[in-house]
């Protein structure tokens, strides 16, 4: 008689019924222990969603009103660009009033690894057990970058790469993102359709004037979320945050520094408003004189109402606003190139 595996058994089907049901890190978004691909054009701020998911990971809060079940750290893989990440990062922290000195469990491996090197992905794996980490979530970014020499189009080395990821995910117990590119049409994800074949979740970023759309491609194991709308708003301090288009202040005929100013005024002081010397004070980079001129022009728009010497956006001023899901941040526009 040929022996078999120990541990191998038949289920049936009341004994399926026993197993844990499909689990996620965010609730119907990213799958736990699950291989998911983040894709778009260059400029869609992937790697700003990214950093973002990330915060909502590490600290538990919502994501876009969609709970975070599985707290927990997270390694973010720069194979190409870790200066551009810390930006991005920084700015995540500081929008989220997070201590930029505190560590929240968010983690950076500033070298590239090969999903086609078996050898490298066993290295990198060790290495990571020999750490204290033990991450909900590792980044890749990008696909690109860590497939050196591989053809995209290729059916056996996307296979292999793939292979690598669930290597990675099966062995630190970890959900793993690829950060990967659109194809020339922009139409789905760059290379061979084996990728979406092996992925659990495939995220789409596409940027459409001013709004950018995040939608789901593919959900293994449940519906696809329905698509989010989210748009640019400048953060005091610098860099600018991702919020959902519709709780973005309406500010398309105002100069950057005005809608600056209004966004600092509606961010910081809310319908509590603000006294012109606490405005002044937390909008750090425009002269005061130039303040001035801006709180005059935004007065007289209707955009900002004044009340016994105190300032509200008008938006507050008219509805009172439900605290906005924690924002995706990036440094600037200009530096936002994933």
Request: proline share 4%; with cysteine.
């Amino acid at each position: 008689m040929k022996r078999v595996p120990a541990g191998w058994a038949l289920l049936d089907d009341v004994e399926v019924m026993d197993l844990p049901d499909p689990d996620f890190i965010v609730a119907g978004v990213l799958p736990r222990k699950g291989l998911g691909v983040l894709y778009g054009p260059s400029g869609a701020c992937k790697t700003t969603l990214a950093a973002g998911l990330m915060v909502s990971i590490a600290t538990g809060r919502r994501w876009f009103g969609r709970d975070v079940r599985h707290v927990g750290a997270s390694i973010y893989v720069s194979t190409e660009d870790v200066a551009g990440f810390k930006v991005r990062l920084r700015a995540a922290k500081a929008a989220a009033g997070l201590s930029l000195v505190d560590t929240i469990g968010i983690y950076t491996f500033p070298e590239a690894i090969d999903l086609c090197d078996a050898a490298d992905i066993a290295r990198f794996i060790a290495f990571v057990e020999q750490t204290d980490v033990t991450p909900e979530l590792v980044v890749v970014d990008t696909y690109a970058g860590a497939t050196p020499g591989a053809a995209e189009n290729s059916s056996e080395d996307t296979t292999r790469a793939m292979a690598a990821a669930h290597q990675i995910r099966v062995a630190l117990k970890s959900g793993v993102l690829l950060i990967h590119h659109t194809n020339a049409a922009g139409t789905r994800e760059r290379g061979h359709s084996s990728m979406r074949g092996a992925a659990d979740v495939m995220l789409s970023v596409t940027p459409v004037d001013d709004v950018i759309h995040v939608d789901c491609s593919k959900q293994r194991n449940a519906p696809n979320f329905d698509s989010l709308r989210l748009k640019l708003t400048a953060v005091d301090g610098g860099g600018c945050v991702l919020r959902l288009a519709d709780d973005v202040l309406q500010t398309d005929a105002l100069t950057p520094q005005q809608s600056k100013a209004l966004t600092v005024l509606h961010d910081t002081f809310g319908d509590n408003g603000a006294s012109k010397t606490e405005w002044l004070a937390s909008v750090r980079d425009i002269p005061e004189r130039t303040f001035h001129r801006i709180a005059r022009v935004l007065v007289e728009g209707g955009h900002v109402t004044k009340n016994r010497g105190r300032f509200v956006a008008a938006s507050t001023a008219n509805q009172s606003m439900a605290p906005a899901p924690l924002p995706f941040v990036v440094g600037s526009r200009v530096a936002a190139n994933g």
